[in-house]
């Protein structure tokens, strides 16, 4: 669905302006809330990236080649968050381990260490590109590669459409009529109300993406898990 038909709906929703009159209105007020209304939708794609894994959104990385003794590498200029990292030494191809600053010295004894990484760490930016980690730090030229999320281009054009906005237009405005309703029309409760609705949305879409994945099996929630284990018990 184009952004322009998605704010027809969250206009509706919130019981504002029409579009058509929205979008035309020359008043500072009107102009600023027509501004917000394009944040709305792109806060809430961003939403949707964040909790959701879509494949059709995800991107690699180029395989980018290691230096003996290098800790840091730069990432593409629309890296936002890491999916998979894959390593190739000489012999094979195999996943690192992400690990964070709060528990880097927990998983890696020593920072300093050269070998064949097994684990990686985001941190920093280096001319605005996203820096990766390797640890152990490489000790000869091998190469690495990832899947992440990208960042999102903000819309602001009627026909904008992206495949998050056709796949899943309903979570889209649910997040977005959420966004409206706390930055239009200043109402919390009814923010959290669609923003609930737009949580229940991911985990359908999180469900339905992994569906295609043969490997993937649903394991049932604990109140599920504990009333069978009562009915058996009796």
């Known amino acids: ?29 009107k102009i600023e809330d027509f501004a917000n209304l394009h944040t709305c939708v792109n806060l809430a794609r961003e939403e949707i990236k964040i909790n959701t894994t879509i494949p059709s959104l995800l991107k690699w990385t180029s395989a980018i ?27 094979e191809e195999f996943e690192l381990e992400r690990v964070y ?10 920072t300093t260490a050269e070998g064949t990484p097994s684990w990686y760490m985001i941190l920093g930016e280096s001319s605005a590109l996203v ?14 590669k990832g899947i992440y999320k990208p960042v999102l281009t903000e819309y602001t054009t009627a026909s904008n459409e992206d495949t998050i906005m056709k ?11 959420a966004f409206a ?10 923010h959290d109300k669609y923003f609930a609705l737009g949580l229940e949305d991911c985990r359908k ?3 339905r993406e ?21 009915r058996l018990s009796k």
Do not use: W
């Not at 322009?4 to 500072?28: H, P, W």
């Open 101 to 110: 600053p709060a528990n880097l010295l927990e998983k890696v004894k020593d």
């Open 181 to 190: 309703f706390q930055t239009i029309k200043k109402d919390s409760a009814m």
């Open 131 to 144: 820096q990766i980690e390797l640890y152990n730090i490489p000790n000869k030229v091998h190469s690495f």
């Open 65 to 91: 080649a290691t230096v003996a003794s290098q800790k840091a590498y730069s990432l593409p200029s629309d890296f936002d968050i890491p999916v998979k990292i894959f390593y190739t030494d000489d012999t």
């Open 205 to 207: 879409i999180d469900l």
């Open 167 to 177: 796949r899943y237009p309903k979570t889209v405005i649910n997040f977005a009529t």
């Open 1 to 29: 669905m184009i952004l322009q038909n998605c704010e027809k709906i969250i206009l509706s929703l919130i019981g504002f302006d029409r579009y058509s009159a929205l979008s035309v209105d020359t008043n500072a007020e």
């Open 210 to 230: 992994k569906a295609a994945d043969s490997s993937y099996r649903e394991l049932p929630d604990s109140l599920l898990r504990n009333r069978r284990a009562d």
